[in-house]
């Protein structure tokens, strides 16, 4: 079965600006969980979305925001663009359940903020 | 808050040699242990987690909850293993899908 989509896989940005990832998990999974990856900060937890609702949230300000459809696909925004915003943003789908940390991770989006 | 610790970023060992991966957690309740892995160009995917007590491509790890560890481990490395490795917890009521450590780089020399 096709693996979990992220799109798009590479952006460049100017700072102000605003951007949005998309997120197409495996099929089946409605659990959807983003994270921001640097080389200084490792992998940071941003959010989780289940059914639509946000379910968990990391310390992120409040540029950094997302949604869930009834798809399940899921995207995030970030607004007013910083250069620290540069990373590489992961997605990550799951069961819920007992499988609910066994997490299924897309190829990435890379985000450059100039 | 939780916190996850892979004291180091680099591992070097050459191919036949044991090789041990540490990771060390803050968190006094019951968590959920994970190992993930990164190959070179690959996605970052589940190795093994702590409840099912699986050997996976020969790697083990085992909850040490006195120590707070979850130190993986493998007797015999293979040049495939080269890669890098991330430790992961869960706990109960967290608000945070996973707790990553961040990571340890493993080279397995020929």
């Known amino acids: 079965k096709a693996g979990v989509t992220q799109t798009p896989r590479y952006l460049i940005k100017t700072r102000g600006q605003q951007v949005t990832l998309s997120c197409s998990p495996i099929?089946?999974?409605?659990?959807v969980s983003w994270y921001q990856q640097t080389p200084g900060q490792g992998l940071q937890f941003l959010f989780e979305?289940?059914?639509?609702?946000?379910?968990n949230k990391g310390n992120f300000p409040g540029r950094f925001s997302g949604r869930q459809f009834s798809n399940s696909r899921s995207e995030m925004n970030v607004s007013t663009l910083e250069l620290g915003d540069s990373a590489l943003y992961l997605c990550a789908s799951s069961l819920d359940g007992a499988g609910a940390n066994v997490l299924t991770f897309g190829a990435g989006s890379r985000l450059t903020v100039l | 808050a939780q916190r996850v610790t892979q004291p180091e970023k680099l591992l070097s060992v050459f191919k036949g040699a044991p090789v041990e991966l540490k990771c060390n957690y803050s968190?006094?309740?019951?968590?959920?242990l994970f190992w993930y892995v990164q190959y070179s160009r690959q996605r970052l995917q589940l190795l093994l987690r702590?409840?099912s007590r699986e050997s996976i491509k020969g790697f083990t790890a085992d909850l040490n909850k006195g120590e707070t560890s979850f130190h993986l481990k493998k007797p015999f490395a293979q040049e495939e293993d080269s890669a890098m490795y991330y430790c992961?917890?869960?706990?109960?009521?967290?608000?945070?899908?996973?707790?990553f450590g961040k990571g340890t780089k493993l080279t397995v020399n020929p």
């Open positions: 702590h409840i």
């Open positions: 099929s089946g999974h409605r659990s």
């Open positions: 968190y006094s309740g019951s968590p959920e």
């Open positions: 992961a917890l869960s706990r109960p009521g967290g608000s945070e899908k996973l707790v």
């Open positions: 979305y289940f059914s639509e609702t946000q379910r």
